[in-house]
């Protein structure tokens, strides 16, 4: 790396890391060393900046609380925050541009997770080629763009435009789950933008910038000089330029000693420094052990494994490792001028001169791209089936397609069972007596834990764990329930459907005071717990149990 090495935001591909499907990794890497402009490349780009653009939105954009999950029915509270904070667009803030730009991905990312596909580049929307997103083939849509959707969002202002895309590929997804139950979109992941990826992030450069460094602060300042030497005024720039002259002649001495306590908090005040007077802010890049070389989030990134500080609200910003300014000092080159790097913040109700949004922002967008049509036109009758149709909620654990479809199977495949395990469904009549029957015939079956375990697809043992699993249904009112989408490891051995105990309904009669003052004292019950039942697991385990272990005892956890 060079010693002089310094970053401009707007050249920079932040945040890329391997994706969990290594087939779609090498997709979407593959446009790395693709021709400048080309729209493979164009593409790299823009799913090389996604990650940060969704910390951006996370940490600095959305409120406290805000729910960052991709979520259908996030959607409108989203389009109701891009109306307020758009409200006052000039023309000339870097914010609403950036903003704008989230919601688009933000958007984009929420559409894959419910109708699959794949990000894409399309040279042909809007005047010089956009992001798209191409919806699982076997749904036959369009892809959708979503900073044109945005786009119209703000146009209509109806509040109902990021609720409606996403509305229209839910209801062609439930279109095709009607003629093909088994099937499930299924999407390419894009590397480090779900939920843990962007929270753990976000948070992971506090440790930067909170009261446990200012108490640091206080230490080092007394050991290098008095505490009124460094209170952020620029004369502290010259002291420190002093200190680091004092001590070092060559950069070689200085690396050598760059990660003892004293120098990381001398590395730390100037980088704050430019957080107090540039508006700059702490980030913080973790380093992916699969990520493949040359990629952000790998070992060997420049931004990757070290704190540094950021102007990533600003188009024109600047970005530096606070070791590498003081690195810089070392060699000779003035703290001032390498401070000054970073713009200075804009005066309250001024903007520096620069072209207006979009140009500014995107290279390739056009400002009529907020002119051109985003979704198919809807009249107000099909518009309101539609929203009636769909109330955006997540599909429920006990109320879902895939739940349904298995239910179905194998109510349908029952008498079959019940004629191959003896006495035909009259013997097999869901009472807590057959429980016994239904024990005696799995002991009799396998022989070891191992044996049961690698039947788990055995047609005999679906089918009694989907017994085992009715009879709580019908004699405790137990509720079915499984994960609504597939898993991404087809052998999770949790992926399968349980039952869970019916949620006790509210006491009518407690006092809403009584709610807010009640606190949970140690070693009470959790009044919020609710059991599951693994029927599955309950077979296998009766494999590991004496013979005084019982299937039917699973019903006492229901009084």
Same mark, same amino acid.
């Given at each position: 790396?060079?010693?002089?090495?310094?970053?401009?935001?707007?050249?920079?591909?932040?945040?890329?890391?391997?994706?969990?499907?290594?087939?779609?990794?090498?997709?979407?890497?593959?446009?790395?060393?693709?021709?400048?402009?080309?729209?493979?490349?164009?593409?790299?780009?823009?799913?090389?900046?996604?990650?940060?653009?969704?910390?951006? #939105?996370?940490?600095?954009?959305?409120?406290?609380?805000?729910?960052?999950?991709?979520?259908?029915?996030?959607?409108?509270?989203?389009?109701?925050?891009?109306?307020?904070?758009?409200?006052h667009d000039d023309g000339k803030d870097d914010g609403n541009a950036l903003y704008v730009e989230a919601v688009a991905?933000?958007?984009?990312?929420?559409?894959?997770?419910?109708?699959?596909?794949?990000?894409?580049?399309?040279?042909?929307?809007?005047?010089?080629?956009?992001?798209?997103?191409?919806?699982?083939?076997?749904?036959?849509?369009?892809?959708?763009?979503?900073?044109?959707?945005?786009?119209?969002?703000?146009?209509?202002?109806?509040?109902?435009?990021?609720?409606?895309?996403?509305?229209?590929?839910? &209801?062609?997804?439930?279109?095709?789950?009607?003629?093909?139950?088994?099937?499930?979109?299924?999407?390419?992941? $894009?590397?480090?933008?779900?939920?843990?990826?962007?929270?753990?992030?976000?948070? =992971?450069?506090?440790?930067?910038?909170?009261?446990?460094?200012?108490?640091?602060?206080?230490?080092? =300042?007394?050991?290098?000089?008095?505490?009124?030497?460094?209170?952020?005024?620029?004369?502290?720039?010259?002291?420190?330029?002093?200190?680091?002259?004092?001590?070092?002649?060559?950069?070689?001495?200085?690396?050598?000693?760059?990660?003892?306590?004293?120098?990381?908090?001398?590395?730390?005040?100037?980088?704050?420094?430019?957080?107090?007077?540039?508006?700059?802010?702490?980030?913080?890049?973790?380093?992916?052990?699969? &990520?493949?070389?040359?990629?952000?989030?790998?070992?060997?990134?420049? !931004?990757?494994?070290?704190?540094?500080?950021?102007?990533?609200?600003?188009?024109?910003?600047?970005?530096?490792?606070? !070791?590498?300014?003081?690195?810089?000092?070392?060699?000779?080159?003035?703290?001032?001028?390498?401070?000054?790097?970073?713009?200075?913040?804009?005066?309250?109700?001024?903007?520096?001169?620069?072209?207006?949004?979009?140009?500014?922002? !995107?290279?390739?967008?056009?400002?009529?791209?907020?002119?051109?049509? &985003?979704?198919?036109?809807?009249?107000?009758?099909?518009?309101?089936?539609?929203?009636?149709?769909?109330?955006?909620?997540?599909?429920?654990?006990?109320?879902?397609?895939?739940?349904?479809?298995?239910?179905?199977?194998?109510?349908?495949? #029952?008498?079959?069972?019940?004629?191959?395990?003896?006495?035909?469904?009259? $013997?097999?009549?869901?009472?807590?007596?057959?429980?016994?029957?239904?024990?005696?015939?799995?002991?009799?079956?396998?022989?070891?834990?191992?044996?049961?375990?690698?039947?788990?697809?055995?047609? #005999?043992?679906?089918?009694?764990?989907?017994? #085992?699993?009715?009879?709580?249904?019908?004699?405790?009112?137990?509720?079915?329930?499984?994960?609504?989408?597939?898993?991404?490891?087809?052998?999770?051995?949790?992926?399968?459907?349980?039952?869970?105990?019916?949620?006790?309904?509210?006491?009518?009669?407690?006092?809403?005071?009584?709610?807010?003052?009640?606190?949970?004292?140690?070693?009470?019950?959790?009044?919020?717990?609710?059991?599951?039942?693994?029927?599955?697991?309950?077979?296998?385990?009766?494999?590991?149990?004496?013979?005084?272990?019982?299937?039917?005892?699973?019903?006492?956890?229901?009084?």
């Open positions: 790396m060079d010693d002089h090495t310094t970053h401009d935001v707007r050249t920079t591909d932040h945040d890329y890391a391997a994706a969990h499907d290594h087939a779609a990794d090498h997709d979407y890497l593959a446009g790395r060393h693709a021709p400048e402009g080309s729209p493979a490349h164009r593409l790299h780009l823009w799913i090389a900046r996604l990650h940060d653009v969704m910390t951006l #939105f996370y940490e600095q954009f959305m409120h406290e609380g805000w729910e960052h999950e991709y979520t259908a029915g996030s959607l409108p509270e989203l389009e109701e925050a891009l109306l307020d904070f758009c409200s991905a933000y958007l984009g990312e929420t559409l894959l997770e419910e109708a699959g596909g794949r990000w894409d580049w399309d040279a042909t929307a809007g005047t010089d080629g956009l992001p798209v997103v191409r919806p699982d083939p076997a749904l036959a849509l369009p892809p959708v763009v979503p900073l044109l959707v945005v786009g119209q969002a703000l146009r209509e202002k109806s509040g109902q435009v990021l609720a409606t895309a996403v509305r229209l590929l839910r &209801a062609a997804v439930r279109d095709r789950q009607r003629e093909h139950p088994e099937w499930w979109p299924r999407r390419v992941r $894009t590397p480090w933008v779900h939920t843990g990826a962007i929270i753990s992030s976000c948070r =992971a450069a506090e440790r930067w910038r909170n009261r446990r460094m200012v108490d640091y602060l206080h230490w080092w =300042a007394e050991e290098a000089g008095g505490r009124e030497h460094w209170l952020f005024a620029p004369a502290s720039l010259d002291a420190l330029q002093a200190l680091l002259r004092k001590h070092f002649r060559t950069v070689e001495d200085y690396d050598r000693v760059a990660d003892e306590r004293f120098w990381i908090m001398a590395a730390w005040y100037v980088g704050h420094y430019v957080v107090e007077k540039k508006d700059a802010l702490w980030q913080y890049r973790e380093v992916d052990p699969d &990520a493949p070389p040359g990629t952000p989030h790998a070992a060997d990134g420049h !931004w990757t494994g070290s704190a540094f500080v950021s102007q990533r609200l600003r188009h024109d910003g600047h970005a530096a490792h606070p !070791w590498a300014m003081l690195r810089e000092a070392v060699a000779g080159k003035d703290l001032h001028e390498i401070v000054d790097r970073f713009p200075d913040p804009r005066p309250h109700g001024e903007y520096a001169e620069a072209p207006p949004w979009p140009e500014a922002l !995107w290279p390739q967008a056009r400002p009529e791209h907020l002119a051109t049509p &985003a979704l198919p036109p809807l009249t107000e009758a099909e518009l309101a089936a539609l929203t009636a149709a769909d109330d955006l909620a997540g599909p429920d654990w006990c109320d879902n397609h895939r739940l349904h479809t298995w239910l179905a199977e194998r109510r349908a495949a #029952f008498p079959a069972w019940a004629d191959a395990a003896g006495g035909g469904i009259a $013997t097999w009549d869901f009472s807590p007596a057959s429980l016994d029957r239904l024990e005696d015939l799995v002991r009799g079956r396998f022989a070891t834990y191992e044996e049961i375990a690698a039947a788990r697809n055995d047609p #005999f043992l679906v089918g009694a764990a989907w017994y #085992f699993g009715e009879v709580q249904v019908r004699e405790c009112g137990a509720l079915w329930r499984c994960r609504p989408q597939p898993p991404e490891d087809p052998d999770d051995l949790h992926d399968v459907p349980m039952v869970q105990a019916p949620e006790p309904a509210p006491d009518e009669d407690q006092d809403e005071d009584e709610d807010e003052d009640w606190e949970d004292d140690e070693g009470d019950e959790d009044e919020d717990y609710v059991h599951i039942c693994d029927p599955t697991g309950e077979l296998r385990a009766l494999l590991l149990r004496g013979p005084e272990n019982h299937l039917r005892a699973a019903l006492e956890h229901y009084n």
